[in-house]
């Protein structure tokens, strides 16, 4: 047994996906909203352990901030960059990590140069790893 269906019965199937104009303006539309909110994240995860570093110079606050810095970064990079993989999360968390670990000798350089104490190299290097 044929049924026939009225045209009111058919649902509306949307074809916007065949036509490569919207398609294609979509598809811009997207990579322009990642690339605004990548370029925020950014921003705002090198802008934001800054301040403590600079406004609190101590190896304390340097040390904290950058450890607790770095886990969000991670955890925005795991849920937020679904098209990177392992190898890609952990060369951007290092990558970060080594960024805020610049940051830290600068605030410690800019501490030591205050209070007019002279180091040399090697000393620097044995204060990081005391």
């Known amino acids: 047994m044929i049924e026939t269906f009225s045209q009111e019965a058919v649902p509306d199937i949307n074809y916007r ?3 490569r104009e919207i398609r294609v303006a979509r598809e811009t539309r997207n990579a322009f909203a990642e690339r605004l909110w990548m370029g925020a994240f ?3 995860a090198l802008i934001g352990p800054m301040l403590p570093l600079v406004l609190h110079r101590d190896q304390n606050t340097s040390i904290i901030t950058a450890s607790v810095a770095t886990s969000p970064f991670t955890l925005v990079l795991g849920f937020g960059a679904r098209e990177l993989g392992g190898k890609d999360i ?3 968390t290092a ?3 080594a960024v805020l ?3 830290v000798v600068a605030a410690w350089l800019l501490w030591f ?3 007019s ?3 040399n190299l090697l000393w620097l290097f044995l204060l990081m790893f005391d």
């Open 17 to 19: 996906e065949l036509n």
């Open 42 to 44: 950014g921003g705002a």
């Open 90 to 92: 952990l060369a951007a």
């Open 95 to 97: 990558a970060y990590a």
């Open 101 to 103: 670990v610049v940051f």
């Open 113 to 115: 140069r205050e209070r």
């Open 117 to 119: 104490i002279r180091i």
